[in-house]
């Protein structure tokens, strides 16, 4: 099966810790996104991957880290200086970045709680 | 700061009803535009996606695209309450090539 894979799907945090959000695919997708979503809001953009070794902050990317030393894989680590880590947290991918089809898929997602 | 906006709802429909959604966009130069549908607790799934002036036609799903108007919506044919979900307007913006998106309508169904 194709697709895009998420761990866990529960994550709780202690103050101070940082925490790593695995994300695969299968898809042989070139480019890979991380989202925030909080409650009644949109998604937000932390960070995006077009290839290997390369990666880009987007609008929220304080307080986070990334690595792309994969095509398949985009792990997000939520560092202790995110204050407002509790989130849901989702993976995308898309064939490429920017193409006028852009249409991006999404993995089942994280739910990170800060205890 | 280009925007995508939608009214956060919830609209509510009868089933078998037509349900209408709406969104505009700021960026003018945007080309790609999506629709998803997010069940609660779930992740966003990819339903519809339009290109070009006019309407798309899926099953019971048509987008409709007017770029002058920077306006997109989504229609659903014959509701029926396993299409309650909040609806997802994206847009592609022209600089970066990263989507953005709007808040969400939540769509209640009735039986």
């Known amino acids: 099966d194709g697709g895009i894979t998420q761990s866990p799907k529960y994550l709780f945090r202690k103050e101070g810790q940082n925490v790593t959000l695995s994300c695969e695919q299968n898809?042989?997708?070139?480019?890979m996104y991380w989202y925030r979503q909080d409650p009644g809001q949109g998604l937000r953009l932390i960070y995006y991957?077009?290839?290997?070794?390369?990666?880009q902050k987007g609008d929220i990317a304080e307080g986070y880290s990334v690595s792309r030393e994969k095509k398949e894989s985009f792990p997000l680590t939520v560092t202790s200086a995110q204050k407002n880590p509790t989130a849901f947290y989702l993976c995308?991918?898309?064939?490429?970045?920017?193409?006028?089809?852009?249409?991006?898929?999404f993995g089942p997602g994280t739910r990170l709680t800060v205890l | 700061q280009k925007e995508v906006e939608q009214n956060s709802g919830p609209l509510s429909v009868p089933e078998g009803a037509i349900a209408s959604l709406n969104c505009t966009y700021s960026d003018r130069v945007s080309q790609s535009f999506f629709w998803y549908r997010q069940y609660s607790g779930k992740s966003p799934e990819l339903i519809m996606s339009?290109?070009?002036?006019g309407d798309k036609e899926d099953g019971r799903f048509t987008a409709q695209l007017n770029k002058a108007s920077q306006y997109v919506s989504l229609l659903i044919r014959d509701s029926q309450p396993s299409d309650s979900a909040t609806y997802l307007c994206?847009?592609?913006?022209?600089?970066?090539?990263?989507?953005?998106f709007g808040k969400g309508t939540k769509l209640s169904v009735k039986p």
């Open positions: 995308a991918s898309s064939i490429d970045l920017g193409g006028t089809y852009n249409e991006q898929f």
């Open positions: 994206a847009v592609l913006e022209g600089s970066q090539g990263n989507l953005i």
């Open positions: 898809l042989n997708h070139d480019a």
């Open positions: 991957s077009q290839i290997v070794n390369d990666f």
């Open positions: 339009i290109y070009s002036n």
